[in-house]
Nanobody, 119 residues
Framework: QVQLVESGGGLVQTGGSLRLSCAAS????????MGWYRQAPGKQRDLVAT???????NYADSVKGRFTISRDNAKNTLYLQMNSLKPEDTAVYYC?????????????WGRGTQVTVSS
């Protein structure tokens, strides 16, 4: 069983920075695609960034140039460096790990960490 625990959220002013971490248990971290998603009240959960097992990354247009996703396979940890934060970045941020197999896929989720950006 895979368990994910996010940390690093908090309150920051516009233009500030935060670094989110996601600690993963289990032995499949190094071979699994991972990502960060976010959800604001009354809105759907949206993709922020993804990273493959080899380090290939993709970003939502709204965060390109400001956020950086990375992973440390030796520590089973996923990171999201968030710079130049804007009020519209305010949301609960969730860590995701996707187990891919020949029979299909399964998504694991953390409980989320709150990020609030003030004006």
């Amino acid at each position: 069983q895979v368990q994910l625990v996010e940390s690093g959220g908090g309150l920051v002013q516009t233009g500030g920075s935060l670094r989110l971490s996601c600690a993963a248990s289990g032995s499949i971290f190094s071979i699994s695609p991972m990502g960060w998603y976010r959800q604001a009240p009354g809105k759907q959960r949206d993709l922020v960034a993804t990273i493959s097992s080899s380090g290939s990354t993709n970003y939502a247009d709204s965060v390109k140039g400001r956020f950086t996703i990375s992973r440390d396979n030796a520590k089973n940890t996923l990171y999201l460096q968030m710079n130049s934060l804007k009020p519209e970045d305010t949301a609960v941020y969730y860590c995701n790990l996707q187990r891919v197999g020949v029979g299909g896929t399964y998504d694991y989720w953390g409980r989320g960490t709150q990020v609030t950006v003030s004006s």
